[in-house]
């Protein structure tokens, strides 16, 4: 008898979309009332941790993001990811050196809640520069999931994009929409400003920074649709969606200008942008 697996892994497959979920109110309702629960509820910088420095967060964020682009991993892997590392930070103060395992034991419990496709631990220790062992990964996956008391199912921002676009009349103007709002939400999730920022807050900023950066005609509708089905104002949407521009600038390479004088024969070299993830070792903070 052949027993042997012949299933191929190939890309993650979607479920469609679900027009009762879209149509029925008590979804947004119950997500706006529970995602108290899963925000960062203190300013771990100032009350909890000792030799954690915003700076030192966002550079593991951002090697997190980076692991996770270049193995193509779902855009929701991300945001509950570093939702995990932000709210274990709030109960259990740790030393510097901790905190690239900490991110690497958040993407391993992330991908296995949310990813058909698991990233697994030998893949982690390498992108660690093997800085991580295996049986650390396995002893943090537990003392994460204990500390959080096992509640790791968290809202983030990702789960609110599709209920508002779907939910709009301009949700359809452009295919492009959706996929810009996700790598908004992904960025701002690495941006340490906004560790304490609701997420349906990060969602309704990446959704109006989407719709204006793709120059949709809808933008003030837009704008005023967000605010009444999220409940924010408009002054502090504004505030969100200027702090999510700027750390889009910071991540989008900008267009070198041409010289306007060059040496006859000689032709000035461009680098590419790198693509390997940040060795935070290598780092001195």
Known sequence: MDLACTEKITAPTYAPKDPNIFNDFR???????????????????QNVQTDIEPFMRKVVAT???EVCEEQMCEDQIL?????????FLCVCPIRRQQLQLLGATCLLIASKVRSTNILPIDLLCAYTDYSVTSEMLVSWELLVLSKLKWNIAAI?????????????????ESSLLRRHAHTLVSICYTEPSLVQTPPSAIAAACI?????????????AATSDVC????????TLEVL???????????VPKTPEKPSKTVEGFESPQ???????????????
Not at 79 to 84: E, G
Not at 243 to 251: M, P, S
């Open 156 to 172: 983030t921002g990702f789960d609110f994009i599709d209920q508002i676009i779907e939910r709009c009349s301009w949700g359809g």
């Open 79 to 87: 945001p509950l990811a570093v939702n995990l590392m932000d709210r």
């Open 271 to 285: 680098y590419p942008q790198p693509e390997t993830p940040t060795e935070v070792e290598n780092i001195y903070f």
């Open 63 to 65: 090697w997190m993001l």
């Open 241 to 251: 969606v200027a702090i999510v521009d700027n750390a889009v600038d910071k991540v």
């Open 27 to 45: 979804v947004m309702k119950h997500l706006l009332s529970d995602e108290v629960l899963y925000t960062p509820h203190t300013n771990y910088f």
């Open 228 to 235: 009444s089905m999220v409940s924010i104002e408009s002054e």
């Open 208 to 220: 109006c920074s989407a719709v204006r950066g793709l120059k949709l005609s809808s933008s003030t």
